[in-house]
């Protein structure tokens, strides 16, 4: 008995432990549990939404906004919106936006893929460990799409040209979608729209606000119906439709497109051999009458001299020494340098590179000892397409020139203009210059000759010349004509027109320069070396009658084209710039235009080929701006100074020109 009731007793005292133990383990578990979980035993309110409203509506979203005002005194777990086209929508739909764990008590939350024009009835929702509430139920409507609004489309005043105007409009509202693209299409129909018009786009971005757009493509005396548009995702918005006409004019000169930096100008060849007594004998040339010579060249007032030096002058020939050679050669340079802001030397005949050193002493000579400072260019070999000379040695001569002038100080006074091509073998030159001597080559050079009656062939050769020089790409350089003479039959000497009187005495030859002329400087010749100035010998046989003074015999006198050429060197100046004029309407009438460096003065020439007078209209020009006229064979074939010309307000002057005549209107007050 006493063992069983001890194990008893043993039995009873271990349950009662493990029942004190376990007592304890529980308050402990408890304790612990409601420190680590308050809220999940205090969690007994649901939390509440208030505020809930939309702040903006568009047509495919909506933007709405509540917040919390309680949260049940318990962390969130979900805040949200729930939408529906029926009432009372419920987190159960699919249209529904969740946020989990959320932060704040201030929620906007964006709906995006609505409908258009659809009514939404729209429930904010709120979660804790309690449950869920929802907010109020709110109605939003979303929008229909709303194209940009345009406003009025008007012409800028003055802007109309025979080609072109400038178009103002304005956007009011950019509608509700992004604005993909804005302009102005025209037609020459009322109406025009999109896709079945003409249309220019603003290259920037479009907004609010006077957009201007210049259009350049419509035809002359054209009626024209325009309007402005705004394109978006919500369709296109027009302006009013508007009417104008385009100008008839000739032709429009654009001030602000530059075609040619810095133009060297209109000039001739000046003959080095002037002094000789073989030039003396021939054509009357005397001690007594030189000084007229002198004059009537210098007022001629060549922009761009070339002057040929020739190796006579330190080995003399048969007929004149070295000396005489050299002496007339010097008084020749000295004579253009007094006038002329562009003298090219070039090296005539038999040229090598073992002459340069001596050749560049000559140029040390020019420039520096007796200050010729106008000598600014130098070619080696007239026409040397048309020798024995090949194209790596003709590169030889000019590397050894160049280290030579380096060696004197001067490389940097003198541009290299290589090339003098005749129409041999042109472009295969051309292209060998430009790979292989662009590197010290400043600009390249070209000779023109043509039959009177050929047409085609000066506009062939400048077309040629130019293409081979735009072709070089990166190796592209001014390019210059230093040769040019219109002749009446094939052959070395211009000859007699219709077989009576000679080619260089008629007006016909001075209107076939001026053509060649302004037709070159509109492609982008940089400058013009007319073959050329005076009577003079070059050799001991042949007659180069292409001159613009006559024979010393005949008291020097002025030739029609002496005349043509004075008109440009009159109202111009070397290092001008050539604009851009708008493309040729007629060969009867052409039109180029020059301007100053500094913008400041300007001339536009105008060519009237026809047999009959001629109203020439021009527009891009400053409204009600006055110029000065001056006219070549209006009376016969010299020059005039004519009645000064005003603009009108929408910048076209009209300029009467004389049958197979010329003028130049400038901003220059000129004295003949």
């Known amino acids: 008995m006493k063992r069983k009731d001890k194990i008893t007793k043993g039995r009873k005292d271990k349950r009662a432990g493990g029942s004190l133990l376990s007592v304890a383990a529980l308050l402990l578990l408890f304790i612990l549990f409601s420190c680590n979980n308050p ?36 962390t969130l777990k979900q805040v949200g919106v729930c939408w529906s086209t029926s009432a009372n929508p419920t987190i159960s739909l699919d249209t529904k936006i ?35 509430s929802y907010s109020n139920q709110i109605q939003l409507v979303t929008e229909g799409l709303q194209p940009p609004v345009v406003g009025t489309l008007v012409v800028k005043e003055r802007s109309i040209s025979n080609f072109g105007a400038v178009l103002q409009f304005s ?163 000295e004579l253009a340098n007094a006038t002329v802001k562009v003298i090219n030397i070039t090296y005539w005949h038999d040229s090598s590179p073992a002459d340069m050193p001596k050749f560049a002493e000559e140029l040390y000579e020019m420039i520096v000892t ?24 003709y590169q030889l001569i000019y590397r050894r020139l160049d280290q030579e002038l380096i060696k004197l100080g001067i490389r940097d006074r003198i541009d290299f203009v290589s090339g003098d091509l005749i129409d041999t073998n042109r472009p295969a030159w051309f292209e060998y210059i430009g790979k292989n001597m662009s590197d010290i080559s400043q600009g390249y ?44 039959v094939s052959g070395g000497n211009p000859g007699l027109y219709q077989g009576v009187y000679p080619m260089t005495e008629t007006t016909i ?33 042949g007659d180069q009658y292409y001159c613009c003074i ?51 003065q300007h001339t536009i020439y105008a060519l009237n080929n026809a047999t009959a007078a001629s109203n020439m209209s021009i527009s891009g020009l400053p409204p009600n701006k006055t110029y000065h006229v001056i006219a070549w064979n209006k009376t016969k074939d010299i020059l005039t100074i004519e009645q000064d010309l005003t603009v009108a307000e929408n910048g076209v002057l009209t300029a009467p020109v004389s049958a197979e005549s010329m003028i130049a209107i400038t901003t220059l007050q000129v004295n003949l």
């Open 550 to 600: 006559g024979n010393g015999t005949d008291g020097y006198p002025l030739l029609p084209v002496y005349h043509a050429l004075r008109l440009f060197t009159l109202t111009s100046e070397s290092g001008w710039k050539v604009v851009s004029v708008s493309k040729e309407v007629s060969a009867s009438r052409l039109v180029t235009a020059v301007k100053s460096p500094d913008d400041a």
């Open 370 to 393: 007796r200050g010729f400072t106008n000598v600014k260019q130098v070619t080696i070999q007239n026409e040397v397409n048309s020798t024995s000379i090949t194209m790596d040695n």
């Open 39 to 74: 809220e999940e035993n205090n969690c007994v309110k649901l939390p509440t939404v208030e505020s809930f409203e939309a702040l903006t509506t568009g047509p495919y979203t909506a933007v709405v906004s509540f917040s919390v005002s309680s949260d049940g005194d318990c």
């Open 509 to 541: 030859n001075a209107r076939l320069h001026l053509m060649f002329i302004i037709r070159g400087m509109n492609r982008g010749i940089a400058g013009f070396v007319k073959w050329d100035c005076f009577r003079a010998k070059y050799t001991h046989t």
């Open 98 to 132: 969740i946020i989990e764990n959320p932060v704040g008590n201030s929620f906007d939350v964006d709906l995006t893929d609505l409908q258009l024009n659809t009514k939404y009835y729209t429930r904010a929702f709120v979660t804790n460990d309690r449950g869920m």
């Open 171 to 333: 956007i009011e509202s950019l509608g509700n979608q992004p604005v993909t693209s804005a302009g102005v299409c025209w037609s020459r129909t009322p109406n025009p729209i999109i896709g079945q018009s003409s249309f220019k786009e603003i290259t920037e971005t479009p907004g609010i606000g006077l957009l201007e757009l210049e259009i350049t493509e419509f035809e002359d005396n054209t009626t024209y119906y325009a309007r402005a548009y705004v394109q978006s995702d919500a369709g296109i918005g027009y302006s009013e439709q508007i009417t104008f006409k385009t100008l008839l004019v000739d032709y429009t000169v654009n001030f602000n497109t530059v075609i040619t930096e810095n133009f060297a100008g209109i000039g001739t060849q000046y003959n080095g051999q002037l002094h000789l007594k073989c030039s003396y004998d021939d054509y009357g040339i005397t001690q007594a009458n030189l000084p007229d010579l002198e004059a009537k060249v210098k007022k001629l007032g060549s922009q761009y001299v070339r002057i040929f030096f020739s190796s006579r002058c330190w080995n003399g020939d048969g007929d004149h020494s070295a000396d005489e050679y050299r002496t007339s050669f010097y008084k020749v340079v």
């Open 445 to 488: 050079s070209a000779h023109c000759y043509w039959n009177w009656n050929d047409a085609a062939r000066p506009e062939n050769m400048q077309k040629e010349i130019v293409n081979c020089v735009n072709d070089m790409g990166a190796n592209k350089k001014p390019v210059y004509l230093t040769e040019f003479g219109v002749r009446a």
